[in-house]
């Protein structure tokens, strides 16, 4: 087909991306109309988000993805002139996403591999804008792009965050870079144990011996030098040679994770706005097979904010095959591996799907005798050794999707050990720091996409076998399941059911390849109707959180690592339950470690203090964790004592910058404490906590009977109970002052406060107080009325205002000694306001 002309400005618009499809001349007779839900999300597209930078498809494996984003690539090429790309994750995809392209009648030429090997008549017309371009994440994401696209669309988004990430990672493995290797441990002495340094300089210490992966933050990657120790001693002209001179640069950005096999240098989030090659497209579309709702898009890509258009929620009951799962590990009376080599040579292939090369090496034991294993590489770029070679398993490493076995190729799968640790980050994430929450949804789309390797059509056929107690564990828990599609979820539960009531696992296999499965249907159809479609536990809060956790890694990538530690902190506070407490951990730690930084570039009394504080907190929170963070000594300055509420206020004016900017907070946190509304009243408490000094946080009903309020400051924790909109004239209810009593006890199990509350404040129009309420009322707990309140805004509004003028050109103990008088003269110390938030009944 020839190239699709590019409209002249007298011409009519062409079509949206959908009516293209019906102007193509399709060379594949397999390929018939677009889906119903192909349609809807073209539809969307094409109404909603043609402006937006920004903007994720969510199209689940064998949905028909690959031609939703070509159609999208043509369509901006030719209505919108310039260079068209479409990305994928492997040369493999590359070449499966190109021929499909051509057989939809798509204009596209193939950019894999060196530049100097492209086709010169298809790179001539991919960069002039003739012909969209399909290529690999690789061509986009290095240290000298040739490809600049003005559309960008990335396909299998859902599992790009390593291929993006490369462009910023340095990796020292022990086994190729000793050298290196030993002479960073060796510079980090001082920063972790002697007993750890030694285990991890010991060549030969048995695995069971080895420590955990560790992180230490950009303050000691700095201060160690440990890129110029890895500089010094790594192999000349190798790869990590020339990423530690790239990343040598921004060492303050950096993180260094060290294990006994590896050391990862990488900032926490990838600051892709420094990449021209990603950054000045028009726009990024990712194409995803599942959206999430924690934020994982806009962390994998480094984006601030990632609009959507998600599948039709009745997609999945028009599923793509029937899987039948079986968990053999979770069955009384089966060895687990026994009977999954049984299994595997009852069959002709089968595919086993693996988390790392260690564990591919361990998988082979899954083998049967007479049977050949082989990688990726030995199945080649069209998998044709595998595909064709009876009684053959092929052993996938860390590949959980980009793998495609429709028919008769391959029905059984195995998916061996819990999909995470593919590096050391996320080892560090998952195996030290156990925030299974910010890596569940990078979990879940990889056994949601390991699990449709062989069903790629609604006639597909395949069953799939779970291996390792991880892997069970971690889809027996209802919270890691929620939220996945209907039939997704109810393949699970039909598999943990099998388990629990001990059938005859052989017979249902046996039964589901023959093709007996009008029982299984009923079954799955019940279970899906029951399927809980709702967000994990503190979903929400991380996705607020991956904004600032983005701008902050922005910012310490461009070296302004005070605007790095607010952003960090902001995050901190966005992360408020108990769901998220190893998260928010990590995100203390990284705005002390950048605060450190700032403070040894500035030495500022006041930032030197800050520091201090936030590298005090980190500490304090970690107390119960599994993870305790270190930093670099820091001097404290002569006298410098100072209280952390002045610190707080000096920070946050100095980082709003402009007085008219906190006069608008002010003034709305003062209307919204007039108003007697729920949800404007809460978020007037945070507020108030905030011009106060106070670390202060709304945890906004994100657990039964939470605070609507919570309020710190070193060891004075205040919790906040706001009935603004009781009606005046009754009585506060022996009900009320229960939840209220509560108070300490939830700020202690979701926050980490382990200090009891000092002051429980109930805000409510009503001064009566039954007497059965006040005999069970907490020692803590006050009684405040709406006016108390106004009159406490007012005057930390007064102190405020009187800082943001004086504040700009003062320094160390002068900025500390304005706050201090400020507060001071209108009654706003710490120990008056436990005395007058209210009367104490």
Not at 293 to 303: I, K
Not at 817 to 831: G, I, K, M, N
Request: charged share 25%; hydrophobic share 40%; with cysteine.
């Amino acid at each position: 087909m020839p190239p699709l002309p590019t409209p002249r400005r007298s011409t009519p618009p062409p079509p949206g991306p959908e009516e293209l499809y019906d102007r193509l001349t399709v060379r594949d007779a397999a390929i018939g109309a677009l889906w119903r839900h192909q349609s809807h999300v073209l539809k969307a597209y094409a109404q909603d988000h043609l402006a937006d930078p920004d903007v994720a498809i969510e199209l689940p494996t064998g949905s028909g993805k690959t031609l939703v984003g070509a159609l999208i690539a043509a369509w901006r090429r030719v209505h919108d002139g310039g260079v068209s790309v479409f990305a994928c994750t492997t040369r493999q995809l590359a070449m499966q996403a190109h021929a499909k392209a051509v057989g939809y009648g798509i204009d596209a030429v193939l950019l894999i591999g060196s530049n100097p090997s492209w086709p010169p008549a298809d790179r001539v017309r991919g960069l002039a804008g003739n012909a969209t371009i399909v290529t690999t994440y690789s061509s986009i994401f290095n240290s000298k792009p040739r490809i600049a696209p003005h559309w960008l669309v990335l396909d299998d988004a859902h599992g790009a965050e390593g291929f993006v990430a490369s462009r910023w990672t340095a990796q020292l493995p022990r086994s190729t870079e000793r050298d290196a290797y030993r002479a960073v441990v060796s510079a980090l002495t001082g920063h972790l144990t002697q007993n750890v340094i030694d285990r991890l300089l010991d060549d030969g210490l048995a695995p069971g011996h080895r420590p955990n992966v560790d992180m230490v933050g950009p303050d000691i990657v700095v201060a160690a030098d440990l890129f110029g120790a890895a500089d010094a001693t790594c192999t000349a002209n190798g790869d990590a040679h020339w990423d530690i001179a790239y990343l040598s640069s921004h060492a303050g950005a950096c993180c260094a994770y060290i294990a006994w096999d590896e050391i990862l240098f990488r900032p926490p989030v990838v600051p892709t706005e420094s990449h021209a090659a990603f950054t000045d497209a028009k726009q990024r579309v990712y194409l995803s097979a599942t959206l999430g709702r924690a934020g994982e898009l806009e962390r994998s890509f480094g984006r601030r904010h990632v609009a959507r258009v998600e599948v039709p929620a009745d997609w999945e009951r028009q599923g793509t095959g029937r899987r039948l799962i079986v968990a053999p590990g979770a069955t009384s009376g089966i060895r687990a591996d026994a009977f999954i080599l049984e299994t595997i040579a009852s069959h002709d292939r089968a595919l086993v799907l693996v988390p790392s090369e260690q564990a591919a090496g361990l998988a082979r034991r899954l083998i049967p005798e007479g049977w050949t294993a082989i990688g990726m590489k030995e199945a080649g770029e069209g998998l044709e050794q595998f595909s064709a070679a009876p009684k053959t398993a092929l052993i996938a490493a860390n590949r959980y999707d980009g793998i495609d076995l429709p028919g008769r190729t391959c029905s059984l799968i195995v998916i061996e050990g819990l999909p995470a640790g593919t590096h050391l980050q996320e080892r560090f994430l998952a195996e030290t720091v156990a925030a299974t929450e910010l890596l569940r949804e990078r979990i879940r789309c990889r056994i949601m996409q390991g699990m449709g390797r062989a069903t790629r059509s609604r006639t597909d056929r395949a069953t799939v076998l779970l291996s390792g107690q991880s892997l069970i564990d971690f889809l027996s828990n209802p919270d890691n399941r929620a939220a996945l599609r209907a039939e997704l979820q109810a393949e699970i539960e039909y598999a943990l059911w099998l388990a629990s009531e001990e059938h005859d696992l052989r017979d249902v296999i046996d039964d589901f390849v023959a093709g007996d499965i009008a029982d299984l249907e009923v079954h799955l159809r019940d279970l899906a109707d029951q399927a809980d479609l709702s967000p994990p536990p503190g979903s929400d809060e991380l996705h607020v959180a991956a904004g600032a956790e983005v701008l902050a890694s922005r910012a310490a990538w461009r070296g302004a690592y005070d605007e790095a530690a607010a952003f960090s902190r902001d995050a901190a506070v966005a992360l408020s339950s108990a769901a998220v407490k190893s998260s928010r951990i990590v995100q203390k730690s990284l705005a002390a470690s950048y605060a450190a930084l700032h403070a040894s570039e500035q030495h500022d009394t006041t930032a030197t203090l800050w520091a201090l504080e936030l590298a005090r907190d980190a500490t304090a929170a970690s107390r119960t964790g599994n993870w305790k963070p270190r930093f670099t000594r820091i001097p404290v300055p002569e006298g410098a004592e100072a209280p952390a509420r002045a610190l707080r206020i000096i920070e946050r004016l100095r980082r709003s910058g402009a007085e008219g900017r906190t006069r608008t907070d002010r003034e709305r946190t003062l209307r919204r404490l007039a108003d007697v509304v729920a949800a404007d009243y809460e978020e007037g408490i945070r507020h108030l906590g905030v011009m106060l000094g106070f670390e202060s946080i709304r945890p906004g009903g994100s657990a039964i009977a939470s605070p609507d309020g919570c309020w710190r400051d070193g060891d004075t924790v205040v919790g906040w109970e706001a009935k603004s909109e009781q009606l005046a004239g009754g009585e506060i209810s022996p009900k009320l002052v229960r939840q209220a009593n509560t108070h300490g006890s939830w700020m202690t199990a979701n926050l980490g406060w382990e200090d009891d509350a000092d002051l429980i404040v109930m805000v409510s129009p009503r001064d009566d107080v039954q007497a059965t309420a006040a005999q069970l009322a907490d020692p803590a707990l006050a009684l405040a009325t709406l006016s108390t309140i106004e009159q406490l805004a007012a005057r930390a509004s007064e102190a405020e205002q009187f800082v943001a003028q004086r504040l700009p050109g003062l320094t160390g103990r002068a900025a500390i000694h304005l706050v201090d008088r400020a507060l001071a003269e209108r009654r706003l110390t710490t120990s008056e306001l436990r005395l007058s938030e209210g009367d104490r009944r």
